[in-house]
């Protein structure tokens, strides 16, 4: 018979046709991605992710270190957080198995954010069921080079627990999405998606509202399946699928509630409301100026390019041959309604917060997810046409190519800050040795550079003494650096005693010194010891006393005049 396989040479010849061919069909775009992804990754790792315990990271560290791993998850939880009840698992294992080592903290929420944007191209290539593979793999790249998002994972690398939350809620979508295609014969899959949404709620909140998006699936997919269903029969599908989610959230609200009384930061006024939700969807989708980096990304944006179109095109051809939705038109369709709504749920979970979203725009991170969804399927309508395929190609590379070099330029900017940090901290020891326990010396930073704009130290954050306590291997170290631009305006009033004053400036009373950073403190003159910090030659020297004209310009309301002399009793230099 004709073109009947006979002989084993033949077999060998003529493999069984479609089994490789088509596991590797659908597994090499997801390939690509992963390869791509931990290629990035991998090159923030060898230029330098060890930037440095400052900000939330500084706290998580000197909390851990000093109250061990059961103390520490009690400290985020009832101190720090008083939310994301399932968080403190997160953090850990880190602080155990990794403690001062900032690098891991940093991997580990690029590495996070990294597998959220492979979930996010699993759900749009369930979406557009297995075609148009190039529009999820764009989809999932615009998401993980977001410019909005680029300072996240350096600013806040403790946030990874909300970056692991949106992979989660990604992850429940997906499983619903596969319950309910697959007729919804199998309870297993609406279970785990109950599952996944319940633990994404409990490490971070912003997800709080994606079982609003479950209408959004079972409207499409009822469609795919070509069923006739009524409204009322489509509402009460939907109602019984997504019972339980929302009485999750009650609960789970009612707990925090219970927990963490008087800790209500939420306003539900209708009017900030949609304040915060208009200013979320600017934030989002307002146009950024992307072409100010793309210099610096041009050879990634060409290439990129040059692979879309390429794939594009090649996707075409094999589309052209079937029947149906050749073009993935309505499934094109699907994703953007399903980005849309993920944007929108995404912003208006975190609407009733006190943050707004232009000044943190970490708020919002998962509307990102949504925001790729849309722009990728939006462009994938245009595949059609010639100059519709290298316009979505090159804008989409022009998306990715901006943000990959903006997060390579932000990584040397923070490499550069700790740096100049490091090279304060190292020049202090060089001069102090040990520092006495009993009492401990109030240090005092003079410096001809800006703490914060030049040295990165951000001296008037309270976190800033925790440096100093575990330099010293010590607990409760008064520090200050002084600062010459303060503006006056931020004096404390005559009216108000330096223990009551919160602010800026340095007070000096008959009690004693109030630091910026200890309110309604007193600190004892005697305790003082003076270091002086020179940018140009990194070296630090300890001052007897605080020169006249440094004192006459720094943040310091001198109500009491005392002596500005260091107490040398209080620290053993080391012998140059």
């Known amino acids: 018979m004709e073109g009947l396989i006979t002989s084993p040479a033949d077999t060998a010849l003529h493999p069984a046709p479609n089994f490789h061919p088509r596991i590797w069909g659908r597994l090499w775009p997801l390939l690509l991605l992963l390869v791509l992804l931990v290629g990035v990754w991998l090159l923030l790792l060898a230029r330098g992710l060890d930037l440095g315990f400052t900000g939330d990271l500084l706290d998580y560290a000197y909390h851990y270190e000093r109250l061990g791993v059961s103390g520490g998850m009690q400290w985020l939880l009832t101190k720090h957080l008083q939310r994301h009840l399932f968080a403190g698992l997160f953090p850990a294992p880190l602080a155990y198995f990794f403690p001062r080592e900032s690098a891991v903290w940093y991997a580990m929420a690029f590495a996070v954010h990294y597998a959220a944007a492979v979930m996010s191209f699993m759900l749009a290539d369930a979406v557009l069921k297995g075609k148009l593979r190039w529009v999820s793999f764009s989809a999932a790249l615009i998401f993980a080079f977001h410019t909005l998002h680029l300072r996240m994972n350096f600013e806040f690398p403790t946030i990874y627990m909300g970056t692991a939350a949106l992979f989660l809620a990604l992850l429940s979508l997906w499983l619903y999405l596969q319950y309910v295609r697959r007729g919804r014969c199998n309870r297993w899959w609406i279970e785990c998606s109950i599952a996944a949404y319940s633990f994404a709620v409990g490490l971070y909140e912003q997800t709080v509202l994606f079982f609003a998006l479950h209408p959004i699936i079972a409207f499409f997919e009822s469609r795919y399946r070509g069923e006739q269903v009524t409204l009322g029969r489509f509402l009460k599908r939907a109602l019984a699928d997504s019972f339980w989610f929302p009485v999750f959230v009650v609960v789970y609200l009612y707990l925090l509630r219970a927990l963490f009384i008087g800790n209500g930061t939420l306003s539900f006024n209708p009017a900030y409301i949609a304040g915060q939700v208009a200013a979320g969807l600017m934030a989002e989708f307002a146009p950024v100026p992307f072409l100010e980096r793309l210099l610096a990304g041009l050879i990634a944006a060409v290439a990129l390019a040059i692979l879309l179109v390429w794939w594009i095109n ?123 326990t009993d009492p401990l010396p109030y240090l005092l930073l003079v410096s001809d550079a800006h703490p914060s704009n030049d040295l990165w130290l951000y001296a008037q954050d309270n976190r800033f003494p925790y440096t100093f306590d575990l330099m010293y291997d010590v607990t409760g170290m008064p520090v200050d650096a002084l600062y010459m631009d303060v503006d006056p305006a931020d004096a404390p009033p005559p009216d108000v005693p330096g223990s009551r004053y919160q602010g800026k400036f340095i007070v000096v009373e008959e009690e004693g010194i109030y630091s910026p950073l200890r309110p309604a403190e007193p600190i004892d003159p005697s305790r003082l010891v003076i270091i002086e910090y020179d940018s140009t030659s990194q070296t630090a020297r300890i001052l007897d006393e605080l020169p006249e004209d440094v004192l006459a310009r720094a943040n310091i309301v001198e109500r009491v005049p005392i002596e500005w002399k260091t107490n040398h009793s209080l620290v053993i230099p080391v012998d140059n």
């Open 314 to 436: 090649h996707e075409l051809r094999a589309l052209t041959h079937k029947e149906g939705d050749a073009f993935g038109g309505s499934s094109l369709v699907y994703l953007v309604v399903l980005g849309g709504g993920i944007s929108i749920v995404s912003i208006v979970g975190v609407a009733p917060t006190s943050w707004p979203p232009l000044e943190n725009p970490r708020m919002i991170y998962p509307s990102a997810v949504g925001f790729g969804f849309v722009v990728a399927g939006l462009l994938g309508l245009l595949h059609v046409q010639p100059l519709g395929r290298l316009f979505a190609a090159m804008t989409i590379a022009v998306l990715v190519a901006a943000g990959f070099s903006g997060l390579l330029s932000i990584q040397s900017e923070y490499i550069r800050q700790q740096a100049a940090r490091q090279a304060v901290l190292n020049a202090i020891q060089s001069v102090i040795s040990q520092v006495s």
